[in-house]
């Protein structure tokens, strides 16, 4: 079965300063990862994704981040967070073959200014 | 908009009676996925469809719970005999995909349908 944890509820940052969202996961197989983004009464937005190749991968909105297959983890980062940036953080895992995506419990961003 | 769409966005309704939701994906993705959303926690997998076949199922959509794509196009979500804990947001989501691992692409997300059950 696939997993995934965010073992961080909530990620206080200062403005200008640079975040990490942490995830790590669980798979049988090769993993493909995920980021989205959640604002308040909104749908998912996706951010990145890591299927295969280069390690670290480049998303929107300035995110990063970076497979780690002896770790298991996946942490989102970004070198400079914004106040707009404020939001939940949602990591995702997809075993291959399956299709079903498992998610996080999500992490809370909340960036001071 | 070209994005995927919900309908509707907001549904209260009395325990005990049935509820449809609709979801229209974005024209050319094969893949629609249901999800479920409570608060305090991430999406958790209802069913995925790839074109007209629902190919997999949760155990958490129970008999109440069924979902049709009927022409491989839009899909339904029907609650029937709804309780107070179906009370969730309601997630659809669409994607591209095929046998090929780097042929697939993520998900997209609607808005979703915000379900209340009192």
């Known amino acids: 079965a696939q997993s995934v944890a965010q073992p961080e509820d909530q990620v206080n940052v200062a403005e200008g300063n640079p975040l990490t969202v942490k995830c790590t996961y669980s798979?049988?197989?090769?993993?493909?990862l995920f980021w989205y983004v959640q604002y308040p009464n909104r749908g998912l937005q996706f951010l990145l994704k890591?299927?295969?190749?280069?390690?670290l991968v480049k998303g929107s909105y300035g995110f990063e981040a970076e497979f780690n297959k002896s770790q298991t983890s996946f942490h989102l980062k970004k070198p400079s967070a914004l106040v707009s940036d404020s939001a939940l953080y949602f990591c995702?895992?997809?075993?291959?073959?399956?299709?079903?995506?498992?998610f996080g419990i999500g992490t809370k961003l909340q960036v001071i200014p | 908009d070209t994005g995927v769409s919900q309908d509707p966005r907001h549904k209260i309704t009395k325990r005990g009676q049935n509820v449809t939701f609709r979801c229209d994906p974005i024209?050319?993705?094969?893949?629609l996925y249901w999800y479920r959303q409570t608060l305090g926690q991430g999406p958790e997998f209802l069913t995925y469809?790839?074109?007209?076949?629902?190919?997999?199922k949760s155990r958490l959509l129970s008999d109440r719970f069924s979902a049709e794509r009927p022409k491989g196009s839009f899909s339904t979500l029907e609650i029937q005999r709804t309780e107070q804990g179906d009370s969730a947001m309601y997630l659809c989501?669409?994607?591209?995909?095929?046998?090929?691992?780097?042929?697939?692409?993520?998900?997209?997300f609607g808005q979703g349908t915000r379900l209340t059950v009192v």
């Open positions: 989501a669409s994607g591209q995909g095929s046998g090929q691992r780097h042929q697939n692409t993520e998900a997209f």
């Open positions: 798979v049988s197989g090769n993993p493909y």
């Open positions: 890591y299927i295969t190749g280069d390690n």
């Open positions: 995702a895992v997809r075993d291959l073959p399956y299709q079903k995506v498992t």
């Open positions: 024209s050319e993705h094969n893949r």
């Open positions: 469809f790839q074109n007209e076949a629902q190919l997999e």
